[in-house]
């Protein structure tokens, strides 16, 4: 037997057992490594608390959560690597789109005494942004809103996905294996699909077949902004849906955050409500309000901060490259080469900044600052759309959906949730697939 056994794991057969199961171990180590950071943000954060604003969390790899290193390494001067708003119409199209989320939940999920009709919250503020963003992105709403569903099922595509991606973010190794032409050309999406990403490809594709070539027409929305700044057209495909993925799964998860937060605590649902009806009454506001007008909401500002800081749009590590040159960074010189993750969640939860209650949603801390300390707090809840050179180029369009969407909701509509002991479910894979919020909304009298 034993004799056997060695004729077996003689010459080549051997260097194959070896190596097969050093690869085992490798993917297993790193798989194991990978288990027990994801839950990403949460466990991010203990890192930064228990080793300091600046740790390791990889071979080469840095974690912060402090917004000056943040904003140093996104400087528009900045060495470090990364590892626009020309649209005229763009409030009245997310007024548009505002419309239609109204008209929808009067149309099939008002309650009343008789009729009990849940709404899944979560769903349809999706199906909300999602049509803002198409709307601004090439002209046109895709039609969630007025066919209530999953047009061309790309929330469900998205979500199967996001899992894969996210751990494609986290594993680069991995990444450079699956994330090239060969690969996608034989098993990735294509054009040509009838459902999910390939028919947003193919979506992406036709709406760029009407903004190039000799019978184009110039359009002021973000497309066309695109085309007017040279972006060829192999770059502008991919980012139409960049542009949708991003623009819509972030501003999502922030308005049900900041929803959600509101329904639990109803000292602070009940006051933003009011200071919306003295602004209804005394003529301050329009219908439907505009972003100007809501900002001067005092307490609407301070629900709107709070809200992206207790429930951050989005969770990735976004790693810098440190410059061949290195840096200095506190006092410790950090190589060349080294990449430098920001820690969203320990940043918004900084109790040096927010102070000894930061995980707690207290709107009343942004009242009757210094000025230098409303500064302070404002630049830091804005790092969650990153900052400098590499900031989110849909802010400002963000800004104006959220300073309108919680005016129109609270002076048409009350909300209840139907399940307050398991109000939604969220699942973190660096952006956050989030469901079954469901509340009963009833028409305010």
Not at 163 to 190: M, Y
Not at 383 to 404: H, M, P, T, Y
Request: glycine fraction near 8%.
């Amino acid at each position: 037997m034993a004799l056997q056994l060695g004729n077996i794991l003689s010459g080549s057969s051997l260097i194959i057992v070896v190596v097969s199961l050093l690869l085992v171990g490798l993917l297993y180590s790193r798989g194991s490594a990978w288990y027990r950071l994801r839950h990403q943000s949460a466990s991010y954060r203990k890192i930064n608390q228990k080793y300091g604003s600046l740790a390791r969390i990889g071979p080469n790899e840095l974690i912060t959560d402090d917004g000056e290193i943040i904003r140093r390494m996104n400087a528009a001067r900045s060495k470090y690597r990364l590892s626009r708003r020309e649209n005229p119409t763009v409030e009245n199209d997310i007024d548009e789109q505002l419309s239609e989320f109204v008209d929808l939940i009067r149309r099939k999920y008002l309650s009343t005494d008789g009729d009990f009709r849940p709404i899944d919250f979560a769903k349809k503020i999706q199906f909300f942004t999602l049509d803002v963003i198409t709307r601004i992105a090439d002209g046109r709403a895709f039609g969630y809103l007025t066919s209530d569903s999953d047009v061309f099922s790309y929330i469900e595509t998205t979500e199967a996905a996001i899992p894969f991606l996210a751990a494609l973010g986290d594993v680069p190794w991995l990444s450079q294996l699956l994330i090239n032409e060969t690969v996608l050309g034989s098993i990735g999406p294509k054009p040509t699909d009838k459902t999910g990403m390939g028919k947003m490809m193919g979506v992406a594709k036709e709406v760029a077949d009407g903004r190039y070539g000799p019978n184009a027409k110039d359009q002021q929305n973000m497309l066309g902004s695109f085309v007017r700044h040279g972006l060829p057209r192999h770059q502008c495909e991919p980012e139409i849906i960049f542009q949708i993925m991003a623009g819509s799964e972030t501003t999502a998860t922030a308005i049900r955050g900041t929803m959600l937060s509101l329904l639990a605590s109803p000292f602070a649902y009940l006051r933003l409500r009011r200071e919306i009806d003295t602004a209804v009454a005394e003529r301050r506001i329009s219908s439907p309000v505009k972003a100007d007008e809501s900002k001067g909401l005092e307490y609407l500002q301070a629900v709107i901060d709070e809200g992206l800081r207790i429930n951050i749009p989005f969770s990735g590590l976004v790693m810098k490259e440190v410059p061949p040159e290195g840096d200095t960074i506190h006092g410790k010189f950090i190589p060349g080469g080294t990449r430098i993750a920001t820690n969203f969640l320990g940043i918004q939860r900084s109790t040096a900044i927010f102070g000894p209650d930061a995980d707690l949603f207290r709107p009343e801390r942004w009242l009757n600052l210094h000025p230098d300390k409303a500064r302070e707090m404002t630049r830091t809840v804005e790092l969650v759309f990153g900052d400098g050179r590499w900031g989110c180029s849909g802010k400002s369009v963000a800004f104006i959906e959220l300073n309108q969407v919680y005016v129109e909701l609270l002076r048409n509509f009350d909300f209840q949730l139907i399940n307050p002991k398991k109000p939604m479910h969220s699942l973190n894979r660096n952006m956050f697939m989030q469901k079954d919020m469901l509340v009963k909304v009833t028409e305010r009298v």
